[in-house]
C-alpha cells in the first residue's frame, strides 16, 4: 500500500509541476502527498480556530467547567497520540447540532448538542480521539491539497451563515476554516481515525467497545435520518455498516474493558442538561421565525430568556425578531445587551452595527462593524463601512470598502459593485 500511495504521488506532482514531495504519515506511517508544511499547517490551524469557532455558534461560555472537563479528556488522549506535541486545543461550542470537527495543528470543538446525546465519559473519549487522529493524520490537509490540485484560490471563496439568512457571507480564512471544519471526509479517513482513535482510547484507559457502540447508535439514527445529526455528524463523519463491523472487529483483537466515567460524565454535564430547556426553546424559536411566524418566535424565545437570562444569543435572536417587525429601538437594545454578554462573539457586534446605522447612529454603526470584521469578515459589514464612509464624504475609504464587499457574491456584492461604479466613474 505505501508503494501504491508513493507511486500515485509522483504522477500528481509531474502533471502539475509542483516543486514539492512526498512525506511520511506519522500515524499511518504511509507515503503521501505533502504541499504543506508543518509549520504552516500549525499557522493555518491557529489562525482559523477562533473565526471557525464563531461560524459555528461560539463557545459555551455559560458553563466554563465544561470546556475545562472536555480539555481535561482530550488532552489524556492527545498524550498517547501519534503526535503528541501538536498544540492541542478543545473547545465546547454553543450549537445544538451535534457534531465536532478538527482543524489543523490539533485545534479541535465539539458541540454542546452532540455533548448531550453522549452517556459517559468513554464516549467522550471516543469523539475526541477520532477527531485527534483526523488532526494528527493531517486528514483535512490532505483534503486541502486534494481542492488545491482542482482549483486554487480556496480561501476566497464565500461560505454562508448557518442559521439563515439574515447576515452576510464569511470571506477569507473563516471561510477556509469552514470548509475544512465542516467537509464531509472519505469513508477511508473515518475508518482510519476510528481505527487509530480506538487505540489511543485503549492506551489512555478508556474503554473501547464505548467506541462501537456509539458508532451503532449513530448508523442506527442514520438510517432513521434524525434530523439534527443529518445536519451535524453525519455531514461531516458518515456513519456505516462498514465502519461498525471493522471497529467491532478491532476492539475484539485488542481487548474491550477499562474506564467509562458514567457518573462523572453525568456530574460534569448536569449544568448542560438542566439548561436544555432554554435552548430547546431558543431552536423553536428560531425555526419559528425562519418560517416566518414572528409573533409566535417571540413569544418562544422570551420563555428562553426567562428559562436562562444569561444566554448572549437569546437576546441576538429576539433582537432580529424585533428587526422584522420594525421595531429598531427593541433589536438595538437586545443586541447591545448581547454584545455586553459576550463582547468576542462578531455576529452580535455586526447585527449591533447594522441596526445603528438604521437608527443612523454612525459611530456606533462603524465601531461595532469594524470590530465584528476584526474577528470574522463579512461582505454585509465591508459594504455597510462602505456607506459609513459615503455618509462621511471620505471617498478612499468607501472605495477601499466597497471593493472588499464586491468581493463576495449575490446581492451584496451587486450592490457593492453598484456604489463603486457610482465612486469611480
Known sequence: MKNAALQRCFPVLALMLLLTGCSVNPVTGERQLSLIGESQELAMGAEQYRPTQQTQGGQFYIDPELTLYVSEVGQKLARVSDRPNLPYEFVVLNSSVPNAWALPGGKIAINRGLLTELEDEAQLASVLGHEIVHAAASHSIQRMQQGMLISAGVAGLGFALTDNEWAGLIMGG????????????????????????????????????????????????????????????????????????????????????????????????????????????????????????????????????????????????????????????????????????????????????????????????????????????????????????????????????????????????????????????
Open 174 to 425: 473563516a471561510a477556509l476554516g469552514a470548509q475544512l471544519a465542516l467537509a464531509q471526509y472519505s469513508q477511508g479517513d473515518e475508518l482510519e481515525s476510528d481505527h487509530y482513535g480506538i487505540l489511543y482510547m485503549k492506551k489512555a484507559g478508556y474503554d473501547p467497545q464505548a467506541a462501537v457502540e456509539l458508532q451503532e447508535i449513530f448508523y442506527e439514527l442514520s438510517k432513521g435520518r434524525d434530523s439534527g445529526f443529518v445536519d451535524g455528524l453525519f455531514a461531516t463523519h458518515p456513519p456505516s455498516a462498514k465502519r461498525v463491523r471493522e471497529n467491532t472487529e478491532q476492539v475484539k483483537k485488542i481487548g474491550g474493558g477499562g474506564y467509562r466515567g458514567a457518573d462523572v460524565y453525568k456530574q460534569k454535564t448536569a449544568t448542560l442538561r438542566k439548561l436544555q430547556p432554554a435552548y430547546d426553546a431558543h431552536d423553536q424559536a428560531m425555526k419559528l421565525a425562519s418560517d416566518g411566524d414572528m409573533s409566535a418566535a417571540l413569544k418562544k424565545v422570551n420563555e428562553a430568556i426567562s428559562l436562562l437570562p444569561r444566554e448572549a444569543m437569546f437576546y441576538s435572536l429576539r433582537g432580529r425578531i424585533y428587526q422584522e417587525q420594525d421595531k429598531q429601538d427593541k433589536a438595538q437594545a437586545d443586541f447591545d445587551k448581547a454584545v455586553s454578554m459576550y463582547p468576542e462573539m462578531f455576529v452580535y457586534r455586526l447585527h449591533s452595527g447594522l441596526t445603528a446605522l438604521q437608527l443612523n447612529n454612525l459611530d456606533k454603526a462603524r465601531e461595532n462593524l469594524t470590530r465584528a470584521n476584526e474577528v470574522v469578515p463579512t461582505s454585509i459589514a465591508f459594504l455597510r463601512l462602505g456607506d459609513i464612509a459615503v455618509k462621511d464624504n471620505n471617498r478612499n475609504k468607501a472605495i477601499a470598502y466597497y471593493s472588499q464587499a464586491a468581493e463576495s457574491s449575490g446581492a451584496v456584492a451587486e450592490e457593492a459593485r453598484r456604489k463603486l461604479a457610482t465612486l469611480t466613474q
